[in-house]
Each structure stands twice: as C-alpha cells, then as structure tokens.
Nanobody
Framework: QVQLVESGGGSVQAGGSLRLSCAAS????????MAWVRQAPGKEREGVAS????????NYADAVKDRFTISQDGAKNTLYLQMNSLKPEDTGIYYC????????????????????WGQGTQVTVSS
C-alpha cells in the first residue's frame, strides 16, 4: 500500500541546516502533487513547499522562500526538503503529504488538498 516515510529531522541551532527526505512507495509517484507540511506546537498545519512531481515545478510558502528548497529524485521516488538558515519559528513536525487524488494540481497547500500523510519528523531549532 501507499507509504510515505519521512526522515532527517533533528535539533539544530538557529542559522543551521537540515535535509529532510520522504521515501514514497506503493503508487505512481509522478502522478501526484506532493508537499511538505509542518505543524508548530499549538498551531494548525501549514503548507511549506510543494512540487508537481511530473514536471518538477515548485511552490513555496512566503515564510520559507529563499531558505528552503524542495526537490525530488524520481528514480528513487524520494522527496527532499533542504532547509537552510533555520529559525526557531521553523520548529515543528514536518510531514510529507500526497494530494487527495491523482493529477490534482494546485498551488493551494492547505490541508484539505492532501489525503495521505507520512508519520512526520521532528525539527527543532533553538536560538
């Protein structure tokens, strides 16, 4: 069945970097819009970055533009999120998410647009 497994989270000092990975399996990877969605303590989940897996076009939330980079390795069905210049407000659980249906392409990264989620990986940024 469909599996999304995140890894790469950890604890870093402000200004540091982390690279998250999401190993996807059990479906045609390049037919689903994918995203990284995070949830800070006490807050709602928010979209961070998304990618149209079939063509590589990307989108970012304003809060992470110029700091985070979403990418993929199609041969490995793996999604990445390179996070640089991390800030304490970036702290949270980061989830890999798949669109609710095949070929659902939208830059709207709100939670209702994603129906399959990984278990999440914790990112903690200290000041």
């Amino acid at each position: 069945q469909v599996q999304l497994v995140e890894s790469g989270g950890g604890s870093v000092q402000a200004g540091g970097s982390l690279r998250l990975s999401c190993a996807a399996s059990g479906y045609a990877y390049d037919t689903y819009h994918m995203a990284w969605v995070r949830q800070a303590p006490g807050k709602e989940r928010e979209g961070v970055a998304s990618i149209y897996t079939g063509n590589g076009k990307v989108n970012y939330a304003d809060a992470v533009k110029d700091r985070f980079t979403i990418s993929q390795d199609g041969a490995k069905n793996t999604l990445y999120l390179q996070m640089n210049s991390l800030k304490p407000e970036d702290t949270g659980i980061y989830y890999c998410a798949r669109a609710t249906r095949q070929y659902q392409y939208t830059w709207d990264m709100t939670v209702p647009n994603f129906g399959t989620w990984g278990q999440g990986t914790q990112v903690t940024v200290s000041s």
